[in-house]
């Protein structure tokens, strides 16, 4: 039986920076399972990635890289609960364009 206009479940998280991409966590609730994305939204060639930080080593900055270009996707490994994420742009020869980080639910 399927509902029509019903809307499906969140599948992630987000943080996103207008003009850059999302920051996408997933499986935050699952144990051990919590993966990160980095997904790039414009076709500009500058790559875009994700700074997080995991509930397991939480004084440790991790990064994935997204340099497949405008609307891909590219991930972490899984791992511990995804304390806080932020998207950033990388830009050459000034600083990278970043949002503010933002805390995820488990």
């Known amino acids: 039986m399927a509902l029509i ?3 499906p479940a969140l599948a992630y998280q987000t943080v ?4 850059t991409g999302q920051a996408r966590v997933y499986d935050n609730s699952v144990t051990n399972k919590a993966k990160v994305g980095a997904w790039d939204s414009t076709s500009d060639s500058n ?13 440790t900055q ?3 890289w997204n340099k497949l270009g ?9 791992g511990s609960w ?23 639910s488990h």
């Open 70 to 78: 405008a609307g891909t996707e590219d991930y972490s490994g899984t």
């Open 82 to 104: 995804v304390i806080k994420a932020r998207i950033c742009e990388s830009q050459i020869a000034q600083p990278d364009d970043c949002s503010v980080y933002v805390a995820m």
């Open 16 to 19: 996103t920076l207008s003009g």
């Open 62 to 64: 991790r990064n994935v």
């Open 47 to 59: 790559p875009v990635y994700s700074s997080y930080y995991r509930s397991a080593s939480s004084g």
């Open 5 to 7: 206009g019903a809307a």
